[in-house]
């Protein structure tokens, strides 16, 4: 029943179709199914990837590149223009390296955390559990919900009377305003995160831990191989490919970090949580005093960061496949 | 009426040549058998009949019409794949009913042809089954029907039996003799086993690295290879070859005897053996030896109380010796 | 009883307690309340009023104060059970409270105060749901039509992902076209290109093509997925070419090769891409931001987001619509996660 309109469908292209196939040939059809997926793809993928290097080179609030004026590299001067880089405060954008700087912070401490978790909840799901299945939904669980719920979820947790500073109040010791103080409220972003995503990277890394023969443990064992050491000399050995991609991955989403954290902190307090996926969006479309040339010209230094990291993923991806086909 | 003609077709997949102009003319009526060793181009040289590829040049026509750059689907031929591509997606009515529908039959002559091919190859009772709930044979009919039904000029068959254990293989072959005798159409088969190659064919055509090595009824190829290839792919087991001076009275360089043309010689004996290794297979011996250092197989009827390290006298009959010049080629 | 403390009692080659399996249990357990816990409480606070989400500590339950309208007073008052000086409980409406003492009256008899220590009266409670959280942003708000949006987006998007991207898939499995080796160049290439990196740009050529704003705006800058066209590929590389073959030779169209062959055959793929596409969609969040300005084009997670955002947080109705907004993920979680869960592992998609 559900599948009479996709016959009826199917009847009436059919004609017009082989009119198309006897014209253009088997690989005029070709062309013919890439190209919706194409035209798309170019027309708000490639088209907005060439002339976002047009828009960093232009000055002025307008939207259209024609009504924009040409500054040259202006934009990536003025973020560049700095006493000291390390020094927010010296800088003409003091938020862009504020974001940048939050940034990098955040990546390094989430990255770390995130795979730390993964690979211990991959390892346990790997043991000789029952209901394993049933086990690894529980940590996919929160992998699957949006942002904005991440986000309101612990908000509504860490607020100054929520479940968390009651449960610690219960303990006896004091509340704390997990979202106010800007070191919590730092770590409040990479916990949040880490709850959010670590489900997912616990699967890649569970299917690597799957995939390394019994046997090899059975002869370790027939060696009496100590557990720790059949740890780090079978087990991650074995499991270092997936554990890079899983690595690289993390890293590439860190620093794009935007959505879950805008929503739990906005950025705050002050500037604290404020990254640089934020600093574009603000500067671009939020603020009153919007620069799309200044938005462009950042996003395309956070796209080069995301190109080397890209690239190391692919290489890594690469590597391995030449080991596995030797 | 259907008579395939093939002029100087070859087909080159880059810088690799697959087919080297091949001429070939397929009558109508006839079961024509595609044999070679695998890599022959014998499956390519069937797909560029059928359609499925085009020839890099030559000409390819059926009953005198060019169809060199007609697709696949307008020549009115239908073909039984090596692994049945049955759409496992459909029932095994659906499936012998697709092709049908895509030439806009009508429903009921649709109905009234798989009945009819149904009944032919009994697969009535799977009509609403789905390949997957078949068994390899089963599947082999339902393949071989949904040619059956198209009712093609000719047929084309890629190894249809190679994915059957050899029972099976053995009922299939002489069924589809049968249906070919029955439907007395024109029928193309592809396979490397010489086997089905003698049983089914009017005709054999050999390949090999993409040229035609002979063409001929399965006795002419058995009786008078023209040349060595042949020689050594016709027949099970393999001919002995013997340099022609090891055997007296021959012309030629190279001499070629059938293990099954060699006898026990009871009284002159023609050539004396070290026998190696004695199969006794009840109703006939193979027994293989070496004469001078070079290997000979010798099948003998019944059996015999032969061991390894006897020396046993052969002989033969002069018209069963083949013998062949440098180039390999026959010489009579 | 005997599987169930087996199992709950399984140890790691049963010689004893080792750590490990102690970590286990204990990461285990806190993993179920870590990623259960916080979406529980989201469910069970939706359900209180606002006078019971300010309490602390927060109670399990949603309880309301009972309250009782009295003689002499406009609003409703609220009832306490008080122990009297005499030892007696009796049940009293409160009209004020000074510092410890609370003014109290008798609803039987309202004319006299009585003056009670704040220590010796508990509120007279009673379990509620307050439904009236969910009913309220749905009919009164524009709940209706965020959720609306959000199902025409992801419905359209996943549509039209799923026919786009098998399109180009079977393209790129099963033809050697020229070109071919160029077009999978440009979508490897573009899968380092996130929607963050080209955010103005993008902003630009929705705004001359007249979509922003709209919904379609939304919709189809998302829908050639790189992933979603590798993944459909690599499965129908491993559909055999024969098929194909039989089909040219059984008079079907290409087209009908796609439609008729192709696509039931990849059906298990596409599942899958449909329930990520789904849950990608429904999750959008920033593009939509900055796409949509109008409020009665929200989409839910956009909508949520700006009620959230206002100055005065009503947070009774953000919970209950953050729970409607849970509400197809954690469906699709239910019916579907071991489909996700064994496509992950198999393809590396997200």
Same mark, same amino acid.
């Given at each position: 029943m559900i599948l009479a309109p996709v016959g009826w469908l199917a009847r009436v292209l059919d004609p017009p179709l082989r009119a198309l196939q006897r014209v253009g040939g088997r690989n005029g059809m070709a062309i013919f199914f890439v190209a919706p997926n194409m035209l798309i793809f170019g027309i708000f993928v490639l088209i907005p990837l060439v002339i976002n290097f047009a828009y960093s080179m232009t000055?002025?609030?307008? %939207?259209? !590149?024609?009504? =924009?004026?040409?500054?040259?590299?202006?934009?990536?001067?003025?973020? /560049?223009?700095?006493?000291?880089? !390390?020094?927010?405060?010296?800088? =003409?954008?003091? %938020?862009?390296?504020?974001?940048?700087?939050?940034?990098?912070?955040? $990546? &390094?401490?989430? @990255?770390?955390?995130? &795979?730390?978790?993964? !690979?211990?909840?991959? +390892?346990? +799901?790997? =043991?000789?559990?029952?209901? #394993?299945? /049933? *086990? #690894?939904? $529980?940590?996919? /669980?929160?992998? %699957?919900?949006?942002?904005?719920?991440?986000?309101?979820?612990? =908000?509504?947790?860490?607020? #100054?009377?929520? !479940?968390?500073?009651?449960?610690?109040?219960? +303990?006896?010791?004091?509340?704390?305003? *997990? %979202?106010?103080? #800007?070191?919590?409220?730092?770590?409040?972003?990479?916990?949040?995160? @880490?709850?959010?995503?670590?489900? /997912?990277?616990?699967?890649?890394?569970?299917?690597?831990?799957?995939?390394?023969?019994?046997?090899?443990?059975?002869?370790a064992e027939m060696d009496g191989t100590r557990p720790a050491r059949v740890f780090w000399r079978i087990t991650l050995p074995l499991l270092a490919p997936n554990l890079l991609v899983v690595l690289v991955l993390t890293l590439i989403r860190a620093v794009q970090i935007f959505d879950e954290v805008y929503v739990l902190t906005g950025g705050g307090p002050g500037t604290s949580t404020l990254f640089i996926t934020q600093y574009i969006y603000e500067v671009g479309f939020a603020s009153l005093l919007r620069n799309p040339g200044l938005a462009s010209a950042a996003s395309i230094l956070m796209g080069a960061v995301l190109v080397v990291l890209t690239l190391f993923q692919l290489g890594i991806a690469r590597r391995g496949e030449r080991r596995s086909a030797k | 009426m259907s008579r395939i003609t093939l002029t100087d077709v070859s087909r080159s997949f880059g810088s690799v040549k697959v087919l080297h102009d091949i001429n070939l003319d397929i009558r109508d009526g006839e079961l024509i058998v595609f044999v070679g060793p695998s890599g022959c181009g014998k499956s390519t040289l069937l797909r560029l009949i059928a359609g499925l590829d085009r020839p890099t040049s030559g000409k390819i026509a059926i009953n005198g019409e060019d169809v060199t750059r007609v697709a696949a689907a307008d020549r009115g031929l239908a073909m039984v794949f090596q692994s049945y591509a049955l759409y496992p997606h459909m029932s095994v009515r659906q499936n012998l009913a697709f092709g049908l529908e895509n030439a806009r039959m009508p429903k009921p002559e649709i109905e009234q042809r798989i009945a009819e091919a149904a009944r032919m190859l009994n697969i009535e009772p799977y009509l609403d089954r789905r390949p997957g709930q078949l068994s390899g044979g089963q599947r082999q009919r339902v393949a071989i029907g949904r040619a059956i039904v198209r009712n093609p000029t000719a047929f084309l068959l890629d190894e249809p039996l190679s994915n059957l254990d050899a029972e099976l293989r053995i009922s299939t072959r002489a069924e589809l003799a049968a249906l070919h005798e029955r439907l007395s159409a024109t029928m193309i088969y592809v396979t490397h086993d010489q086997i089905e190659a003698m049983t089914l064919a009017d005709r054999i055509v050999v390949l090999r690295d993409g040229r035609i090595e002979q063409v001929g009824t399965p006795l002419d190829l058995y009786n008078k290879p023209a040349n060595l290839f042949v020689a050594g792919f016709i027949g099970a087991p393999r001919m002995n070859f013997l340099p022609s001076d090891k055997l007296p009275g021959t012309a030629g360089s190279t001499v070629g005897i059938r293990p099954q043309h060699l006898r026990a010689a009871d009284g002159k004996a023609k050539l004396k053996a070290k026998v190696t290794l004695v199969e006794a297979l009840g109703y006939e011996t193979v027994v293989h030896g070496l004469l001078d250092d070079l290997p000979l197989l010798a099948v003998l009827p019944g059996q015999k109380s032969f061991e390894a390290g006897d020396t046993i006298a052969l002989t033969y009959d002069a018209e069963n010796l083949h013998a062949f010049d440098e180039q390999g080629q026959r010489v009579d | 009883m005997r599987n169930v403390s087996a199992f709950l009692l399984r140890r790691r080659g049963g010689r004893g307690w080792h750590w490990t399996d102690i970590f286990t249990w204990f990461w285990l357990i806190a993993g179920f309340l870590v990623m259960f816990g916080p979406a529980v409480w989201l469910v069970n606070s939706s359900f209180k009023t606002p006078a019971a989400l300010a309490e602390f500590p927060p109670t399990i339950l949603p309880y309301v104060t009972a309250e009782t309208v009295v003689e002499g007073y406009d609003k409703p008052l609220p009832l306490y059970e008080v122990k009297l000086p005499d030892g007696t409980v009796q049940v009293l409406a409160e009209v004020r409270r000074i510092g410890i003492v609370a003014q109290m009256v008798d609803p039987e008899n309202p004319g006299e105060i009585i003056k009670v220590n704040i220590q010796d009266r508990t509120p007279k409670r009673s379990v509620s749901f307050a439904f009236d959280n969910y009913v309220r942003p749905l009919v009164v708000n524009d709940f209706v039509l965020y959720l609306q949006n959000s199902v025409f987006v992801t419905v359209m998007a996943t549509l039209i992902t799923l026919l786009t991207n098998s399109m180009a898939a079977f393209a790129l499995s099963k033809y050697n076209f020229r070109g071919r080796s160029a077009v999978m160049m440009l979508i490897v290439a573009t899968l380092m290109v996130p929607l963050s990196v080209i955010l103005v740009p993008l902003y630009s050529v929705i705004s001359a093509m007249g979509l922003f704003n709209s919904l379609w705006g939304v919709i189809l800058p998302t829908v050639a997925t790189p992933t979603g066209v590798f993944m459909l590929r690599q499965y129908m590389l491993t559909i055999p070419d024969e098929l194909i073959d039989a089909a040219r030779m059984d008079k079907a169209s290409e087209w009908q090769i796609y439609w008729r062959i192709i696509l039931p055959l990849t059906a298990p793929a596409l599942a899958v891409l449909a329930i990520f596409s789904v849950v990608w969609r429904w999750n959008d969040f920033l593009w939509p931001l900055i796409v949509l300005s109008r409020k009665e084009l929200y989409t839910l997670q956009v909508g949520l987001n700006t009620y959230a955002g206002e100055l005065n947080v009503q947070w009774h109705y953000i919970l209950a619509m953050t729970v409607v907004t849970m509400i197809p993920v954690v469906l699709v979680f239910v019916f579907l996660q071991r489909f996700i869960t064994t496509g992950i592992a198999g393809t590396g998609l997200k």
């Open positions: 000055g002025g609030g307008a %939207l259209f !590149l024609g009504d =924009r004026i040409f500054v040259g590299g202006e934009q990536y001067g003025r973020l /560049f223009d700095c006493g000291n880089y !390390l020094e927010p405060n010296s800088c =003409r954008e003091d %938020l862009f390296w504020t974001a940048v700087w939050n940034t990098v912070f955040f $990546v &390094v401490l989430q @990255v770390a955390l995130m &795979v730390g978790v993964a !690979l211990i909840t991959a +390892l346990i +799901l790997n =043991r000789d559990l029952k209901a #394993r299945s /049933f *086990w #690894r939904a $529980v940590f996919f /669980f929160p992998v %699957l919900l949006s942002p904005v719920v991440v986000g309101l979820i612990w =908000r509504w947790i860490l607020q #100054r009377q929520g !479940l968390l500073n009651y449960m610690i109040y219960e +303990l006896g010791f004091d509340p704390i305003n *997990w %979202l106010v103080e #800007r070191n919590w409220a730092f770590a409040a972003a990479i916990s949040v995160s @880490v709850w959010a995503h670590m489900g /997912f990277y616990a699967l890649i890394l569970l299917a690597g831990l799957q995939a390394i023969p019994k046997d090899l443990y059975e002869a | - | -």
